[in-house]
């Protein structure tokens, strides 16, 4: 069965300071991985993916994420946060093509000015 | 374009009752899924169709059920409603069953 972990469920980070925010998987298969956020009462927005390739992703906003392999892991990550990237952050994974799609619990990102 | 949308934006309803909820994924994609989002629970995975066909299912009694119709539009349905049942339901689309889930704005589904 594929999971999906966020050992974080609030992350801190002043403002203009580099954010992580972390995330682990368990596939059988090859790993399909998302990073969407989701802001207060609003639905989730897609930021970016790992589906082949190069390990680091760039996505939206200035986001990316560095897959591991070895490490199963998938953190996304920003150079320079800003107070407008505060929201709700969940990682997801697709256990290889055409599988359902299985989410972390999220982890809150709060940027302080 | 058209992103997700789902109807109605919320819905009160009395423990007992049944609920149904609507959702129109973006045009010429093929694949909708249903999530809950309850309050400290995350995303939990309710129902996956693609091409009218339900390909996988969550971890979610029976009384919770769903169809894609031919114009790819779904509707989940949730009878003998439980107070439980409170949350925001998402509902997303795809591609295909590779492709990223674009999400609609969600259904909040009151239950007293």
């Known amino acids: ?113 | 374009e058209a992103g997700v949308t789902q109807s109605p934006t919320h819905l009160i309803k009395t423990r007992g009752q049944q609920a149904t909820l609507r959702c129109s994924p973006i045009s010429g994609h093929t694949s909708v899924y249903w999530y809950q989002q309850a309050l400290g629970l995350g995303l939990q995975f309710l129902l996956w169709y693609d091409e009218g066909e339900e390909r996988n299912r969550g971890n979610f009694p029976p009384r919770f059920s769903g169809r894609q119709f031919p114009n790819y539009s779904s509707e989940l349905n949730v009878n003998a409603l439980e107070l439980e049942d409170s949350a925001l339901y998402l509902c997303a689309s795809s591609l295909d069953g590779i492709a990223e889930a674009f999400f609609g704005q969600g259904t909040r589904l009151t239950v007293v």
């Open chain 1, 1 to 113: 069965a594929q999971s999906v972990a966020q050992p974080e469920d609030q992350v801190n980070v002043a403002e203009g300071n580099p954010l992580t925010v972390k995330c682990t998987y368990s596939v059988s298969g090859n790993p399909y991985l998302f990073w969407y956020v989701q802001y207060p009462n609003r639905g989730l927005q897609f930021l970016l993916k790992y589906i082949t390739g190069d390990n680091l992703v760039k996505g939206s906003y200035g986001f990316e994420a560095e897959f591991n392999k070895s490490q199963t892991s998938f953190h996304l990550k920003k150079p320079s946060a800003l107070v407008s990237d505060s929201a709700l952050y969940f990682c997801a994974v697709r256990d290889g093509g055409y599988q359902k799609v299985t989410f972390g619990i999220g982890t809150k990102l709060q940027v302080i000015p």
